[in-house]
T-cell receptor, first 110, second 114 residues
């Protein structure tokens, strides 16, 4: 059974810092990995999707990497801003099903 | 508006009542999904559908029923609500787009069973 773990569960950093969020998964037979952002009381917004054949994807200040063999992905956020405060979820896909981690709650302090 | 919508956004019901949560998407995506989100468990898949009239169980299907008579709609019914079904429910959809099957989520329905 696929298990997805995100560490740390919560992270608080001052504005302007670069930071890394971690995601690990137990079964490397995945189709892709998706990073989401969730604001309090809101739905999920897709940030980046990495195919299993890719090593990384970039969107603006966000960069996600994937190492399938070691079962790890990282989300790098450059020059963090207070508006980046949210919960970040990673999810791995096999067939049509997504398996989610429990998220990292990120707080950026002005 | 284009996208994926859920209704109602908030619902309070009593134990034993039947309640239906609605999900509608305007993209004509083939796949649709229902998840529940709970503290300590994260997001878990309840049911999904590959096309109209094709549905399959996810991780936590007990106590739920789904149907998909039209591609754009995927209602979730709790036949006899229990307190353990108090949760936030998210609907999602996806399609074979650039080989990704990227999933897009609705805003959620917060359900409280008293």
């Amino acid at each position: 059974k696929q298990e997805v773990t995100q560490i740390p569960a919560a992270l608080s950093v001052p504005e302007g810092e670069n930071l890394v969020l971690n995601c690990s998964f137990t079964d490397s037979a995945i189709y892709n990995l998706q990073w989401f952002r969730q604001d309090p009381g809101k739905g999920l917004t897709s940030l980046l999707l990495i195919q299993s054949s890719q090593r990384e994807q970039t969107s603006g200040r966000l960069n996600a990497s994937l190492d399938k063999s070691s079962g790890r992905s990282t989300l790098y956020i450059a020059a963090s801003q207070p508006g980046d405060s949210a919960t970040y979820l990673c999810a791995v896909r096999r067939a049509q099903k997504l398996v989610f981690g429990q998220g990292t709650r990120l707080t950026i302090n002005p | 508006d284009a996208g994926i919508t859920q209704s109602p956004r908030y619902k309070i019901t009593e134990t034993g009542r039947q309640v239906t949560l609605m999900c509608h998407q305007t993209w004509s995506h083939s796949y649709m999904f229902w998840y529940r989100q709970d503290l300590g468990h994260g997001l878990r898949l309840i049911y999904y559908s590959a096309a109209a009239d094709i549905t399959d169980k996810g991780e936590v299907p007990d106590g739920y029923v789904v149907s998909r008579s039209k591609t754009e709609n995927f209602p979730l019914t709790l036949e006899s609500a229990t307190r353990s079904q108090t949760s936030v429910y998210f609907c999602a959809s996806s399609e074979w787009w650039r080989s990704s099957y990227e999933q897009y989520f609705g805003p959620g329905t917060r359900l409280t069973v008293t």
